[in-house]
């Protein structure tokens, strides 16, 4: 070293930790306990008010709220329990899992929330009995159809309104048949009676995989009364059948059955039964009831029903399984790590 070269001084192993700034302490002390849940509500605050106002649309507020619901109730159990396997190959057989999980729960609830494409669309009137809806060339199905109507103020609190109408295609046909109605609810509350009014105006229907052709008839021979201005139909691509999805759910209930059968202990429950047979009642009834005009409600009830049946008696599947499989008489890694602490004392 040369005269008057100061001495490098060597590197320490360990290097003093970066000082946290006042944002990250704060974020880091408040967050989890009270910053995190009065945001979420706030943001659930403003979205029912925007919704209240008409300032947010309505399929906005159902794709964020149903799909929100079914990817929590994933994420908040699936990693957890991904965290608790050990083996390699088991890992990614339980990410497999997860996927279809993903896919039979979330295709049939973000379907009904997502706009479709039309390919044509008519009004059937007692004056327009028969409509030919002519598609785009190479457009020749399979088809889904949209019915929709608006039922008249005078029809009274309860009515409905029924439909039948023949679907011709190039050398077959089909007939579709359902009904509207509106209800008046009411329900007492402090000051009074609150009262509101439902209406479902809309069904949908998958044709026949053989009503086909680049031009479709529709016919009906009466057109109901209480219609105000008669029947609406619209004509999309068909769809993957959702049915095929809620096999697939199954499936995947019973997957979760031997997963929470293998993993977890006497602290630890994994709750992965609960959470699937929850996801996969939500979806059915949820993808059953709601149309795109019509998602908040429908995606409320669901949620109930979902807490009810898939919540209630997952957790008791589950408490039955964790039981059969003696998951719950396995000690947590804790205990047995306190104890030969206590031993050595």
Not at 96 to 114: I, N
Not at 123 to 146: A, H, M, R, Y
Not at 157 to 163: G, H, M, P
Not at 288 to 299: D, G, L
Request: charge should be neutral; glycine fraction near 8%.
């Amino acid at each position: 070293m040369a005269r008057g070269d100061k001495p490098i001084p060597e590197a320490s192993e360990d290097e003093a930790p970066v000082p946290k700034t006042a944002y990250q302490r704060f974020m880091d002390d408040h967050w989890d306990a009270w910053l995190g849940p009065v945001l979420l509500l706030a943001l659930a605050g403003v979205m029912v008010v925007g919704y209240r106002m008409d300032f947010i649309r309505e399929s906005m507020v159902g794709m964020l709220f149903s799909g929100g619901l079914v990817a929590f109730a994933i994420y908040s159990t699936a990693v957890p329990a991904y965290d608790l396997i050990e083996s390699k190959n088991a890992r990614y057989a339980f990410a497999a899992l997860c996927v279809l999980w993903a896919a039979a729960a979330g295709y049939p609830t973000l379907r009904k929330t997502m706009a479709r494409t039309v390919y044509a669309q008519g009004v059937l009137t007692e004056q327009n009995k028969s409509e030919k809806l002519q598609f785009s060339e190479g457009k020749t199905g399979p088809f889904d159809v949209t019915v929709s109507g608006t039922l008249k103020a005078e029809g009274g609190q309860n009515s409905n309104a029924v439909y039948e109408l023949q679907v011709a295609g190039e050398g077959s046909s089909e007939t579709l048949s359902g009904e509207f109605s509106v209800r008046t609810n009411q329900m007492r509350v402090r000051r009074g009676t609150s009262t509101w009014t439902e209406q479902t105006n809309q069904s949908e229907h998958r044709l026949q995989r053989n009503v086909r052709g680049n031009v479709l008839t529709f016919t009906v021979e009466h057109v109901d009364d209480l219609l105000a201005d008669g029947l609406h139909v619209s004509v999309h691509p068909q769809s993957y059948d959702p049915k095929w999805f809620f096999l697939l759910g199954i499936l995947v209930v019973l997957g979760m059955i031997y997963v929470e059968g293998k993993i977890g202990d006497a602290k630890t429950k994994t709750h992965l039964i609960m959470a699937a047979a929850s996801t996969m009642v939500f979806a059915f009834h949820f993808h059953e009831h709601a149309t795109a005009s019509r998602i908040v409600k429908p995606a409320l009830d669901s949620l109930i029903l979902a807490v009810l049946t898939g919540g209630i008696g997952g957790t008791m599947v589950g408490a039955v399984v964790r039981r059969a499989s003696g998951r719950d008489k396995i000690k947590a890694k804790d205990d047995e790590e306190k104890k030969p602490k206590d031993s050595d004392e």
